[in-house]
């Protein structure tokens, strides 16, 4: 790939510039009047839909139809001879990639997105049941009345199981917990063959056909839909309390923030359920704390329910808060903490809609907010994606958490985007894409960099190249959801592959699905 001239380096005219200005600065006039009615009446009628197949129980039965349909699609693609790569029928736009996959234009697609059910709630084995494009929306909805949750709940609410299995999740209870593919136990899929298959982890299998099962269910995750068709997963599930006991505690130094937070990510103490932090500069930033809890215990203690809709955004309340104290504690709304970031989706919309902070805004419209990400995503004009491409960061960097402190400075130095995203997870050894390297477990953190950078000297490709090769120095990896610009034998030092290609090359699936790595590349995204 190369990355030292293409036809992006070259300069916009000014001509250009001014319409690119237009664009990005006065994107509100479109998305205020149409995308926030729209996207309010779309959750609106999808939540109606959801209550009702809950309430007629129909989803089990719809399912077995809908897995019998995937079927036969397979069936007829092989008995046309396997002649084109197999991709699932989701557009593009409705991706959480900032990009749209080049890869599926001449693949035969399967119908498997209208697998968006809640299938089972087993309270005895503390496990649900789902289809892969349920959201973390309808699961807080669904599970939270009934007094349970997911130990590892991601933040924003469109979200999805699929996306979260062959992709990957990090949330702030990851550092007792791990990632997403950790709380799962069992995966439902289809083969290329037309083959369906119940596959968990059994670590002492003997069987040829359990050690399969085995070794499938750990090559799924981040494998990004390219060894088979997941049409089901069963995960974990908690009990759970009405409030969150948030601890926001103010940080002055880099330094002090690296310390405090490895500190604080303690997976075994007994009064912390949640962990992450906000750096909202190169110096200041804020380590908040969450507990379950029942509810205040004093009459001095405040409830904060911040996922009203006349509530300031949640990061600017952080600010906010570190600015006029050095630690502060407020209980919040389960479901309110799990989406704090979803209202101003992390902090993307300020630059989207300008004043959506603004308090005569938020009480006025903020009820209607946020627009979902997939309407935002299908409706950019050419134009503005060329800003998007030269100035627009959207990465997830996960790397040891003792090299926090020299991956933030490096951010600072290429990127400087602020507030960072900073999320504590606990990884341990498992077979797989991502595979610890030299140790049986280990305290990683996720670096997440939102928004558009007006850093001089940032380049799309090159800046990202040097954040990559920083990640593969220090045994990092890289969410590949994001732009991908290291080659492929630098993708294969920074994931294992060796259990992947293996299930590729025993399940048939090197001429039934795209590599890896051709999926996720930035050549083959626009």
């Not at 293409?6 to 600065?25: G, K, L, Q, Y």
């Not at 007792?176 to 069992?186: S, T």
């Not at 490895?262 to 007994?270: G, L, M, P, V």
Request: charged share 25%; glycine share 6%; with cysteine.
């Amino acid at each position: 790939m190369n990355i030292e001239k293409d036809e992006e380096d070259v300069p916009p005219t000014r001509w250009e510039n001014i319409v690119e200005f237009i664009m990005f600065r006065f994107r509100w006039l479109f998305v205020v009047p149409f995308l926030l009615p729209l996207s309010f009446l779309f959750n609106t009628v999808f939540d109606i839909r959801n209550r009702l197949i809950h309430l007629v129980n129909s989803a089990p039965n719809a399912h077995v139809r809908k897995v019998n349909y995937i079927q036969e699609q397979l069936k007829e693609w092989n008995e046309n001879g396997r002649k084109t790569k197999l991709v699932n029928a989701r557009p593009g736009w409705l991706t959480m990639s900032f990009r749209f996959p080049l890869y599926k234009e001449n693949a035969t697609k399967i119908a498997t997105d209208k697998l968006f059910d809640i299938l089972e709630l087993d309270v005895e084995r503390m496990t649900i049941k789902v289809e892969p494009g349920v959201t973390m929306g309808q699961i807080s909805r669904y599970l939270i009345p009934r007094g349970y949750t997911l130990p590892v709940l991601p933040e924003l609410d469109d979200l999805t199981i699929g996306g979260l299995i062959n992709g990957c999740g990090v949330e702030s209870g990851s550092f007792r917990h791990g990632m997403f593919q950790h709380i799962c136990e069992q995966f439902e899929v289809v083969m290329s063959s037309g083959e369906l298959r119940t596959v968990g982890p059994d670590p002492g299998a003997k069987t040829k056909e359990t050690k399969e099962g085995n070794s499938l269910f750990y090559a799924i995750p981040w494998s990004q839909g390219t060894i088979c068709f997941l049409t089901a997963a069963t995960i974990k599930i908690i009990p759970c309390k009405k409030y969150v006991k948030l601890t926001y505690k103010k940080t002055s130094t880099l330094n002090e923030m690296c310390q405090s937070l490895t500190t604080d990510s303690d997976r075994f103490a007994d009064n912390v359920d949640f962990v992450e932090a906000l750096q909202f500069d190169k110096n200041k930033g804020c380590i908040m704390l969450g507990e379950f809890s029942d509810g205040p215990e004093t009459d001095d203690e405040v409830i904060n329910p911040i996922g009203r809709w006349y509530k300031k955004w949640f990061y600017t309340h952080v600010e906010d808060l570190i600015n006029k104290r050095q630690q502060s504690v407020e209980y919040i709304p389960l479901r309110d903490y799990y989406h704090r970031h979803s209202r101003s989706i992390f902090w993307e919309l300020r630059d989207i809609v300008p004043f959506g902070n603004n308090i005569i805004f938020r009480y006025l419209m903020g009820w209607l907010c946020p627009p979902k990400i997939a309407f935002l995503k299908a409706t950019t004009p050419n134009v503005l994606r060329k800003l998007y491409d030269r100035s627009h960061v959207l990465q997830d960097m996960l790397i040891p958490l003792e090299n926090l402190e020299e991956c933030v400075t490096l951010f600072d130095e290429e990127v400087e985007i602020y507030p960072l995203w900073l999320c504590p997870f606990y990884l341990k050894y498992q077979p797989g894409l991502m595979r610890l390297k030299n140790a049986t477990s280990k305290m990683y953190v996720d670096v997440g960099a939102y928004g558009v950078t007006t850093k001089k000297g940032y380049h799309h490709a090159r800046t990202t190249r040097v954040l990559e090769k920083y990640v593969i120095s220090v045994n990092g990896f890289q969410m590949t959801y994001a732009d991908i610009y290291m080659p492929k034998a630098e993708y294969a030092e920074m994931f294992d592959r060796t259990l992947y290609d293996w299930k590729r090359t025993t399940e048939g699936c090197l001429d039934a699905f795209p590599d890896i790595y051709d999926k996720i590349c930035r050549n083959n995204r626009r």
